[in-house]
């Protein structure tokens, strides 16, 4: 997983701006919860590094 997520968004943001695909005068924030979908996965099944489906982020912790 990149390292530089923040700056990828950023320039994003920029760039998207610059051509006129967003407006920088414009702001909505949302705080709306997101639940986790699929399957659990376990403590113990994370330090082993056993997955419970194939396509899940490894490095992300809670």
């Keep these: 997983m990149s390292t530089d997520v923040k700056e990828r968004i950023s320039t994003l943001g ?3 701006v610059i051509y006129g695909l967003a407006d920088p005068s414009i702001t909505a924030i ?9 399957h659990v996965w376990h403590k113990s099944s994370m ?3 056993i997955a419970p489906c194939p396509g899940i982020d490894t490095d992300a912790r809670w």
């Design 30 to 38: 949302d705080n709306t919860l997101l639940k986790a979908k699929g």
């Design 47 to 49: 330090k082993k590094g």
């Design 14 to 16: 920029y760039l998207f």
